[in-house]
């Protein structure tokens, strides 16, 4: 069974750097794309970008370029999530999901494997 | 971009009703429109990928429908588990964007 096990809560101060992760378990991560997803406290789910685990081809939301990095490293069947200086609307949870192989194109489509869920928190 | 817009954004029914949930996309998109289950404190789950294929595991009593910008997404004889709040999401291109959301409870 595939599952993708993200890594825990954090609690930063504002200007902080932070990276989570997302890690692949029981299918190879190489040939999927995976997903970042945002939901706002009490809000919805904002498409973040995603990155081909082959050779980390990587697409932004224009809302979100520029804002975070999105990475990879197949050989730990990992996928990061990466901020430079954190600020106190970064606050949310943050989802990583792999893009369902048979809804979609290319790195557009559906997601049907997600993660747990990364809650982070932003606060001086 | 385009904008979904899905309606009502709460309801309340009876175990057993069935309820409809309204997907609207601002620009036709064809049938490229999954649906989402959220539960409180969990992650998304996939039910219903292009718009009308069901995803593996879900009940069928989940259903789907539409193309180009007016999607529905039905669930027949609502059960108590299925109280969640149900996104919309298209992907013809990016970026990929969800509904607002319907928040689904038992009357």
């Known amino acids: 069974e595939v599952q993708l096990v993200q890594s825990g809560a954090e609690v930063k101060k504002p200007g902080e750097s932070l990276k989570i992760s997302c890690k692949s378990s029981g299918d190879s991560f190489a040939p999927y794309w995976i997903g970042w997803v945002r939901q706002k406290p009490g809000q919805g789910l904002e498409w973040m970008g995603i990155i081909y685990g082959g050779d980390s081809e990587t697409k932004y939301s224009p809302s979100f370029e520029g804002q975070v990095t999105i990475s990879a490293d197949k050989s730990i069947s990992t996928a990061f999530l990466q901020w430079s200086s954190l600020k106190a609307s970064d606050t949310g949870i943050y989802f990583c999901?792999?893009?369902?192989?048979?809804?979609?194109?290319?790195?557009?489509?559906?997601?049907?494997?997600w993660g747990q869920g990364t809650m982070v928190t932003v606060s001086s | 971009d385009i904008q979904m817009t899905q309606s009502p954004s709460s309801l309340s029914a009876s175990v057993g009703d069935t309820v409809t949930i309204s997907c609207r996309a601002s620009q036709a998109i064809s049938n490229y429109l999954a649906w989402y289950q959220q539960k409180p404190g969990k992650a998304p789950n996939l039910l219903i990928y292009?718009?009308?294929t069901l995803q593996s595991g879900v009940p069928s009593r989940f259903s789907g429908s539409g193309s180009g910008t007016d999607f529905t997404l039905i669930i027949t004889s609502l059960q108590p588990e299925d109280v969640a709040t149900y996104y919309c999401?298209?992907?013809?291109?990016?970026?990929?964007?969800f509904g607002g959301g319907t928040k689904v409870e038992i009357k």
């Open positions: 999901a792999r893009r369902h192989p048979g809804a979609g194109t290319y790195y557009v489509g559906a997601f049907d494997i």
């Open positions: 999401q298209k992907y013809n291109n990016a970026p990929l964007t």
């Open positions: 292009a718009a009308s």
